[in-house]
């Protein structure tokens, strides 16, 4: 069993071992014999390596969530400096309460599962992971991948798209984050910092958009209608109301 | 280091990203709904199917779809633990492609 205190603390910077063992490896090749910071520690899991085997999934483990600088993974030709990615959704609905109340929207950041209840909603199914909300911000926006198969919160927000799928969206979304946004026609500026979370079977990620401008006015459920799927993957921004109107 | 062609972050996968969603066959979400039932009944661990997949051979990982690989891992599973033979199953699809042809 896992120590009931993690080895590590959040800021801590930690180095990945390279893993040459041969079955179900859960540590991304791209970040293996990298440095990272551990920047959230998400609680125990039964170790899915051990399960993947038929083990019963102990020691249990600590989860970290580790981010690591793009530039130190990829080098300097295919991101900016300010660049990170992380290791470690009914959605629509989640966001426009987020926007409008902003007491639940912190409280959803901070454990997003525990706000969920109090919508009468949870994550929770035949396959259970913890979810995890993030934020967009005027400085910081997130995307959310699973580059190892296809981790998603199917749940909250059903059974992921096709291209999530995709071996081009698994493999370039680490690495050129910057360039697949801009295949989606969201065109992030230089100066906006892009964080890639790369899921895994126990954590999934929920991106909370920007709210629109111009939507002071909308309730929450005509707010909800702005929130399409894939800007709570990260990949769009949501509707603005002029352009809601104009849908079939 | 060991890494089978699932590990596919910064990989060599440069084509466009196809956004379009395919309409999903019957098969496909009889698939995922069955993975899920034999998950939640305690026939095996979800990690057993992702594991079973990685095992697919490269080519065949790359050239199969999403639920074609699904298939392969459940499967295969369900043979590792001795819930279905592979006698039993090739006996099945048999069956099945003679009343339906």
């Given at each position: ?89 009914t959605?629509a609905s989640?966001v426009a309460r987020?926007w409008v ?114 939507t002071?006015d909308l309730d929450e459920e005509a707010l909800a209608d702005l929130v ?16 809601a109107?104009?849908?079939? | ?101």
């Open positions: 069993v896992a120590s009931e205190v993690p080895a590590y603390r959040v800021g801590d910077r930690v180095d990945v071992l390279p893993r040459s063992s041969p079955g179900h490896v859960r540590t991304p090749r791209y970040v293996q014999t990298h440095q990272g910071r551990v920047t959230a520690i998400h609680g125990r899991f039964p170790d899915p390596e051990s399960l993947a085997h038929r083990g019963d999934g102990t020691p249990v483990r600590w989860l970290y969530e580790v981010t690591f600088h793009a530039t130190a993974l990829w080098g300097p030709t295919r991101g900016t400096a300010g660049d990170a990615r992380q290791t470690p959704a959605g989640i987020a109340d902003e007491p639940f929207k912190q409280r959803l950041l901070a454990d997003a599962d525990a706000a969920l209840t109090e919508l009468g909603v949870s994550s929770a199914g035949p396959v259970g992971f913890k979810l995890v909300a993030v934020e967009n911000t005027p400085d910081v926006r997130h995307l959310v991948v699973c580059t190892l198969c296809s981790c998603y919160p199917r749940t909250i927000l059903g059974r992921p798209p096709d291209w999530y799928k995709s071996a081009a969206y698994r493999s370039r979304a680490v690495v050129e984050p910057r360039a697949v946004l801009d295949e989606f026609g969201t065109h992030v500026g230089a100066d906006v910092e892009v964080v890639v979370h790369d899921s895994t079977a126990d954590v999934r990620y929920l991106v909370v958009p920007e709210r629109p401008a111009g002071d399409g799927r894939d800007c709570l993957i990260g990949v769009a921004d949501p509707r603005t109301p002029d352009a109107s104009l849908r079939p | 280091m060991l890494s089978g062609v699932h590990d596919m972050g910064g990989e060599a996968h440069d084509g466009p990203i196809n956004v379009p969603d395919h309409a999903m066959a019957d098969w496909e979400v009889l698939t995922d709904a069955v993975n899920l039932a034999l998950v939640a009944s305690g026939a095996y661990a979800v990690d057993e199917m992702r594991r079973a997949q990685e095992e697919i051979p490269p080519d065949r990982y790359l050239a199969m779809t999403y639920y074609e690989r699904w298939i392969g891992g459940i499967e295969q599973v369900l043979v590792e633990r001795g819930i279905l033979t592979t006698d039993e199953i090739d006996a099945r699809t048999a069956e099945l492609a003679e009343r339906w042809g």
